[in-house]
């Protein structure tokens, strides 16, 4: 009887990358920067997130023995990307099948070097390869999804006396090729490895994805990034501790503003700083490291008021490229405010009419002309009121 064939499996199919040795700029996925692929908190959290806008939709599911992979977990995701564009500006090869020791992957992102960091590690790991993720994003035909784990699969090595090798991991093919594309991939400040609170990780990569070359500035709607952020937690909550990271500023290289329209709506407005991250007041002598660049005296400046309320002259940048659909929302709910005031201004006009008695001649004209509300696109484009 013939034996069976037996297709090879993934880990036959690609060659072994190496993780390369020294420290080097930390690089992230766009796509993973935009959009909610992962839990905010540290808690267990087994709820899906659901999110469409557009054309993108996304779906992220986990599994109640590990939970859904967190903010955190993603650390491990940044240093594949940055060892995969690093070798290939390097002209090495690369592959999504990865090994390197727990050592290498733990100082890369900012965590210490015990056993509970280690055991950490693996449990990292293993949310990041039971998390399910089912998303339009970057597929050709609409209507299509790509469905993957972050890690399709992740074993410990060892070498022939039977000792601890390394790590051996195999990324998706999905978030291979958005790291292979120079355009789908954005060097991030080292200090984010340093937030420690899951909001503020994820709100630092959307302001770097979204207002990165933006020298004006960007803002976004308080509810849309409710939305945008997947998180669990209440609208009041989520913007009471939004509110509180524009206290604290910690982003580096961004200064965040709330912003409140006359209409009541708030915005999270920022812009980047112009010295990059803030720097303390005084670098002690004898620091062997290098001081960062920005502690000159041109980058003391007095800090901007955390709050404005839609009085100053300049006008910030709408997200106009990466962030339409918030755009669209933007302007309907500004054409829908005109239309509603102006509907008001004319029932008003109409009842004022209908009480008033007829008056003939002139003075009925004027009369008439001093008690119609004058809408904005009826003012004069000379002056300003």
């Known amino acids: 009887m013939a034996a069976r064939h037996q297709s090879p499996s993934e880990r036959g199919q690609l060659d072994l990358f190496r993780a390369l040795p020294g420290e080097f700029a930390a690089r992230d996925a766009q796509d993973l920067m935009a959009y909610p692929f992962f839990s905010l908190s540290k808690s267990h959290r087994v709820a899906p ?7 993108v939709s996304i779906r992220v599911e986990a599994v109640p023995d590990h939970g859904m992979a967190t903010i955190w977990d993603a650390d491990i995701l940044i240093w594949a990307a940055s060892q995969i564009v690093e070798a290939r500006d390097t002209g090495l090869r690369t592959s999504r099948l990865m090994v390197a020791t727990p050592y290498e992957i733990l100082k890369f992102i900012g965590r210490g070097t015990s056993l509970r960091d280690y055991q950490r590690l ?11 993720v089912s998303t339009s994003i970057r597929q050709a035909a609409e209507g299509r999804r790509h469905r993957f784990s972050w890690i399709n699969e992740w074993k410990e090595r060892t070498n022939r006396n039977g000792k601890p090798d390394g790590i051996e991991m195999i990324v998706p093919d999905w978030f291979y090729q958005a790291v292979l594309d120079d355009a789908l991939v954005l060097t991030i400040d080292r200090a984010y490895f340093d937030l420690t609170g899951g909001l503020d990780r994820w709100l630092y990569r959307l302001v770097r994805k979204h207002g990165g070359r933006q020298r004006n500035g960007w803002r976004f709607d308080f509810r849309h990034l409710h939305q945008k952020s997947g998180a669990l937690s209440p609208f009041k909550r989520f913007a009471f501790e939004l509110r509180d990271i524009i206290r604290r500023q910690p982003l580096p290289g961004y200064t965040l503003f709330l912003e409140i329209e006359t209409d009541g709506r708030t915005l999270l407005a920022f812009e980047p700083t112009p010295c990059g991250k803030a720097v303390k007041g005084f670098v002690l002598s004898g620091t062997r490291k290098h001081v960062p660049s920005g502690t000159a005296p041109s980058c003391q400046r007095e800090p901007k008021q955390g709050l404005t309320h839609r009085t100053e002259s300049e006008i910030r940048a709408l997200n106009l490229e990466s962030n339409i659909e918030s755009n669209f929302e933007e302007r309907a709910r500004e054409v829908e405010n ?14 004022g009419r209908a009480s008033r008695p007829t008056v003939a001649g002139a003075d009925a004209g004027k009369r008439e002309t001093a008690a119609t509300p004058q809408l904005p696109l009826d003012r004069r484009s000379g002056g300003r009121r």
Do not use: E, M, N, Y
């Not at 997130?49 to 054309?55: E, H, P, Q």
């Not at 693996?122 to 399910?132: F, G, I, P, V, Y």
């Open 49 to 55: 997130i659901d999110f469409a806008a557009g054309d």
């Open 122 to 132: 693996k449990a990292a790991l293993d949310r990041l390869q039971s998390t399910t």
């Open 338 to 351: 005109l239309v509603r005031r102006a509907a008001i201004a004319l029932s008003a006009t109409g009842k």
